[in-house]
């Protein structure tokens, strides 16, 4: 059966308008008369409207909604209904319901404004996340404190368990990204160098830049993609299970449950994967300077003796523990500010990541202007 055209017609002659509706009103129909609707919707709110459904055949929620804005009707004072239809109440009911009090769209705000109230709520942000880390990071070291005045409060099975899954399990992609590090850096030596004549101090640039710099830093990104993020998780889904409520509530502290346990882990297992990253960056280089620049093993250890030294060992070693202490904090912190939801937790863990990342390249630029300044 054909759709039967929708019409309408106000009658304002008496007390309170009346808005007499007929045909079929449905998503089909309505739009044929949307522009004449809009034009009655000035309807005198201080008295409730009427709505004639006498004539009224097919309804739907769309032609009931429409119905209801032209009534323009408050929620003090709903619209009466006058005339037999089987559905016509409850559906305006139902869609009045849902309807009623919604918030008018807001005034567009140009685009300079927007930008100015992103970047003010950055900065409070990163104000806030400053202030909190600043302060759980008094909280560890007060915590790692009393661990190391009595070691026996310890948890010592966990603490192993960490080094093994964030530290030991880490060696190979560790070991594997610093031997072809050391590989880039030598290729690159070799070809910038060899057009002044001096592509034999490709050693001496694959021994300062590996154990000064890369050796660490690459260990530090790692750890700071693939522990911190597994950290703000493991402590993040004690925190949405409630676990560490239980602790408190037992009298734990998840500091030396959970904090210091990491910390120590990574103290302990960041310089050993840094040492491992170093000698897999040296063998990358000296692979690549003995192939291609033919040069014995004996000439490059020699001159890597010589020219480098020690002491850029131990400049790249100093980092370790400062990096293994920032990236086991953020990603403590973060885990224990997990909320009760999902959403949450997938936030603090790439906040983690992305707090832990900024941290060791702003440590690493700090480093380098320490020891500038001491001639290292």
């Given amino acids: 059966m054909p759709d039967q055209e929708a019409q309408f017609e106000v009658d304002r002659s008496g007390p309170a308008p009346i808005l007499r509706v007929t045909g079929d ?73 849902f309807t009623a009090g919604c918030d008018a769209l807001p005034e567009p705000v140009p685009l300079w404004r927007q930008l100015l109230g992103r970047m003010g709520r950055a900065m409070v942000q990163i104000y806030d996340e400053l202030i909190d880390t600043v302060g759980f990071f008094g909280e560890t070291v007060v915590a790692c404190g009393k661990a190391i005045a009595n070691p026996s409060r310890v948890r010592w099975l966990p603490t192993f368990a960490v080094a093994e899954s964030a530290g030991l399990n880490a060696v190979p992609i560790v070991m594997t990204l610093s031997f072809f590090i050391g590989a880039v850096i030598a290729f690159l030596g070799k070809t910038i160098l060899q057009d002044f004549g001096a592509s034999v101090f490709t050693i001496e640039l694959v021994g300062f830049a590996v154990l000064r710099e890369f050796g660490v830093l690459i260990t530090a990104i790692i750890l700071a993609g693939r522990s911190d993020s597994s950290f703000t998780a493991q402590i993040g889904s004690m925190k949405m299970t409630q676990e560490i409520d239980a602790m408190r509530i037992l009298g734990m502290s998840p500091m030396e449950m959970l904090v210091v346990p990491r910390v120590i882990a990574l103290l302990v297992m960041f310089p050993i994967l840094t040492f491992l990253a170093m000698i897999a960056g040296i063998a990358g280089g000296a692979i690549v300077t003995m192939l291609t620049l033919d040069i014995s093993p004996t000439l490059f250890f020699n001159r890597l003796n010589d020219n480098v030294g020690v002491d850029q060992f131990w400049a790249g070693m100093g980092k370790a523990p400062v990096f293994a202490f920032i990236i086991a904090i953020i990603g403590c912190r973060q885990g224990l500010n997990v909320e009760s939801d999902v959403i949450s937790l997938g936030q603090r863990t790439t906040a983690s990541v992305v707090q832990a990342l900024f941290m060791v390249i702003v440590v690493e630029a700090v480093f380098a202007l320490i020891y500038m300044e001491l001639g290292i």
């Avoid at 739907?60 to 089987?86: F, N, R």
């Fill in 25 to 97: 009103w449905t998503i089909h129909t309505i739009g044929a008369i949307d522009a004449d609707l809009r034009l009655i919707r000035d309807l005198d709110t201080d008295r409730p409207a009427i709505v004639d459904v006498s004539g009224l055949m097919d309804l739907d929620t769309a032609g009931a909604y429409v119905i209801e804005k032209a009534l323009l009707s408050s929620v003090e004072q709903p619209a009466q209904m006058i005339g037999k239809h089987p559905v016509a109440g409850r559906m305006l009911a139902e869609v009045r319901k």
